[in-house]
Structures are given as C-alpha cells and as structure tokens.
C-alpha cells in the first residue's frame, strides 16, 4: 500500500456528529410485520467518521462537531480523545477539545437509528436545528485555530452541515459551507463532501463553492439529486461533463460498483476504481463514503496543487479505506491503523493499484450508459 505522504500538518474536519443505533435484520423486511434483530451501537455522522478514521491512521485532527455537552456529546468527546493518544505529541490535540470549547452551546447532539437488511443500509436521522449558534461556534474554532494555536492546516473537510438547510429565519441557506470555505481557500485543500441539507439547495446555489473547492465528492444518487431540473435527473456522461467543462476534480462514488474520478478538463482520463470486495464480505456501507473521503483526504494534505497521478494514487489508498469500512457495522465502528490496513489489503489479495484503472473519457460512454442503469 502506498505510504501515506509526508506532511504532518493538522487536518480540519467538519461535519456531523451522532450516535448511532444499527439495526440487524436478516430476514426480508415487511411494514406491518414484527421483525427479531440484533442491535449495535455505534458512533457516527460524517464529521466524527473522517476525525476517528484520520486519528487512527496517526493523522492530528481538529474536529469541530454540532455535538452539545451532553451525555451523547461527552461520549463523543470521550472517543476521540481516547483515538487521539495514538498520534503523536496529543498535547495540542487535548487543548483544542477542551470541553468549554469543544461542545456547540443550546445544541443535543443527535440520534440515528440504521436499519441493515439483505446488504441494504437505511438511515433514520432526527430533525435537527441548530439556529445560529453552530455559525457562532465555527468562528470561534477558526479563530483558536490560526490565533491561539498558531495552525495552517493541511487540508480542510466539509462534510453534512445541518445549519446549512434552508429552514427560515434566522437561517442563511449555505451559509457555514460558504464561510468554511471563503476562511481557508488559497490556505489549504479543501475536500467537500454534501449531505441531504446542503444538497437540496441545488447545482447552482454551490456552483461559486466548487469551483473553489479542492475535491468534490458524493455518491452518484446525491450527484442525481443535486443536479436535478424539474425533477429530471441527470445521466452519469452529464454529470463528469458538467464537471469537466468547468476543470473541477470531482469524486463519483457508487456502492459496491466502486468510484470514478474526474481531474481538471478530463483529457488526462477517468479513474475507475473498482470495489476491492467481493459482494460476500461487504457487512455494512455505512460510513463507506466517509472513508473514502478521509483516505483522500490523507493522501493529498498539503497539496494544494495536486497532479493527475497524485490523484490516481490517492483514490487507490481511499479504496483501501472504503473497503475496510464494509467489513463492519456502522459509520466508525472500527478504525484501521495503518499496519491494519496493510493485513487487510493482504488478505483480500491485492496491490493497491491494481482496481484502478484509468479509462479515456471519449471511450467511457458504454460504460457509463451501464452503470446510469443502475440508478434509475
């Protein structure tokens, strides 16, 4: 597996925090019907998943989560303080979560129930409205960031920012992704990767913000949704078109069929990394994107003008990371360190490179015609 380039600076990572409850059911799911499962509980949400899974790779992570100080949130706290006695020199990491800083004040942290049924994953997520206060909070972490502790972070993630919604006043639709992003373009990469709240705002509500953007990355159903006009959604060649007439790097994740890439204008090629596992292994997807993103993530900090074979590499080492992810339940239920991930590359008999392929994007089209199949 590829060595995990060398710059060391902090990784900044957004997005939600939560506690999950997965439920296990073998049995064909049917309303109306009593169903015996078995239950695990997890943490998850996207900005937990990238800090605990970066943390176990020995990477330093600043998260900034809208947990609250509560037992749910004291849990959370909990558990990364305990992932992060595996980097090195923590010191730092343990003043920047200080609970008078580190919890989101008027905030409950969330709940989220998952229903995995024949290698289908559900989720249930409570409504949840953060006002203004997780605006608020996001400052002043930024502020700690760059004043108190003197940090220029390696990369940035943005990941599933309920605030972002469009609820109303004292709501402003996009306002914490376009502020996160607007504080550190031009400082550090800056990886996106959209939830329902922030994808239902539109393509052209955050046209600006990918183009300032670094990495764009989502599943193909989120791409679909996002992109939609007048409830048409888009095909697979419309989407990387849309990208690729714009010179954005975008990552096209789909399931068990495993992702594409897209850099700059294209004529370099796709990149097509297939699903290192065979379907029999995958447990749970849970949290798969997630992985992949902080894998990413991982392989690009401090790059902020990464080339077309430094992106080709990274989202092999992001396969590894996803596919880990599917031999366990929930959203960062189990986090590989590297020597892990090493004996589990092993065991399913690979070299990183080998699923991932790059293919020109004037001789995809068949290929892309199959798997918009897929998704209809």
């Known amino acids: 597996m590829q060595a995990v380039q060398e710059n060391r ?9 939560a506690f999950e409850n997965i439920l296990l059911c073998d049995g064909l799911l049917q309303l109306g019907r009593k169903h015996i499962v078995e239950q695990e509980e997890s943490l998850g949400g996207s900005g937990l998943n990238y800090t605990l899974r970066l943390l176990a790779a020995g990477r330093e992570v600043l998260p900034i989560l809208p947990v609250g100080n509560d037992p749910l949130g004291q849990l959370i706290r909990e558990s990364i303080l305990a992932a992060a006695e595996k980097v090195p020199g923590p010191k730092r990491l343990k003043k920047f979560l200080a609970p008078r800083q580190f919890f989101v004040p008027n905030v409950r942290t969330p709940r989220s129930t998952i229903l995995v049924n024949q290698l289908q994953t559900t989720v249930f997520s409570e409504k949840f409205v953060e006002g203004k206060s997780f605006r608020r909070h996001l400052e002043k972490r930024f502020q700690d960031i760059e004043e108190r502790l ?23 639709p996009g306002e914490c992704t376009r502020y996160i992003i607007d504080r550190w373009q031009g400082k550090a990469p800056i990886f996106l990767n959209l939830g329902h709240s922030q994808i239902e705002l539109g393509i052209e509500f955050w046209e600006d913000a990918f183009q300032q953007a670094t990495v764009i990355q989502m599943n193909i159903w989120e791409y679909k949704n996002l992109m939609k006009k007048e409830e048409r959604l888009p095909s697979l060649r419309e989407i990387i078109d849309w990208f690729t007439d714009r010179k954005i790097n975008g990552v096209i994740s789909m399931g068990r069929f495993g992702a594409l890439g897209t850099y700059g204008d294209g004529k370099d090629g796709l990149i097509y990394g297939q699903s290192l596992l065979p379907p029999e292994r995958v447990m749970d997807t849970t949290g798969a994107g997630d992985a992949f993103a902080a894998g990413l ?15 080709h590499n990274a989202m092999a080492e992001a396969g590894i990371w996803a596919s880990f992810a599917c031999t366990t339940y929930g959203g960062s239920g189990s986090c590989p360190d590297g020597p892990a991930l090493e004996t589990f590359l092993r065991k399913i008999g690979g070299d990183y490179l080998t699923p991932v392929r790059i293919i020109k994007k004037e001789s995809a089209g068949p290929m892309l015609d199959m798997m918009d199949l897929l998704y209809r």
Do not use: Q, R, W
């Open 9 to 17: 600076a902090p990784v900044i990572a957004v997005g939600s925090g």
């Open 150 to 172: 003197g940090i220029t972070p390696g990369a940035v993630m943005i990941g599933h920012i309920y605030s972002d919604k469009s609820n109303g006043h004292p709501h402003v």
């Open 297 to 311: 993530a991982a392989a690009l900090t401090g790059k902020k003008g990464f080339t077309f074979p430094d992106f």
